[in-house]
């Protein structure tokens, strides 16, 4: 994928300088894991202050642009955090890092709908607070902001 050589003042006008600041911290203590890029979709997830790791989408438009992004953070339904700016960043200057794989959601669509409820179920016994997050999925390959 091409990207522009002002990709980094486009990550710092989507988050923000705070948020790009703190972003490119995170990205050097490399708390963004398993990234992975579908098409002009980025997907990671980032180690924030939480136990569990945030996921981050983000997608891109045809010269590089930042379309759209959202976070599984409090603070990330609009995608403008600083876990969406450390992925921006390891795809700015990493992007051979970002495996090349189906969203997700892809590869999720493939699973019998019997497979599908019992993973539910055990993702639930294992972490309650899941159940909040059993509703409607958008479309866009994007989940549901958070509950
Ligand atoms: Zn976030």
Do not use: N
């Not at 995608?79 to 992007?95: D, E, I, Y």
């Not at 497979?115 to 539910?120: A, K, T």
């Amino acid at each position: 994928m091409e990207k522009k050589t002002g990709f980094a003042a486009e990550i710092r006008r989507w988050v923000g300088e705070t948020a790009y600041r703190r972003g490119a911290a995170y990205m050097r203590e490399g708390r963004v894991k398993h990234p992975r890029q579908h098409g002009r979709v980025l997907e990671a997830l980032c180690q924030g202050s939480a136990v569990l790791p945030y996921q981050v989408w983000v997608r891109l438009g045809e010269a590089g642009d930042i379309l759209r992004a959202r976070c599984t953070c409090p603070a990330g339904s609009e995608g403008h955090c600083k876990h969406v700016a450390a992925v921006l960043l390891l795809w700015h200057t990493r992007p051979e890092a970002f495996a090349p794989a189906p969203p997700l959601a892809a590869m999720l669509s493939q699973w019998e709908k019997d497979d599908l409820i019992r993973l539910i179920l055990r993702m639930v016994a294992r972490y309650p607070d899941l159940a909040l997050w059993v509703v409607p999925p958008e479309e866009d390959g994007f989940p549901p902001a958070a509950p």
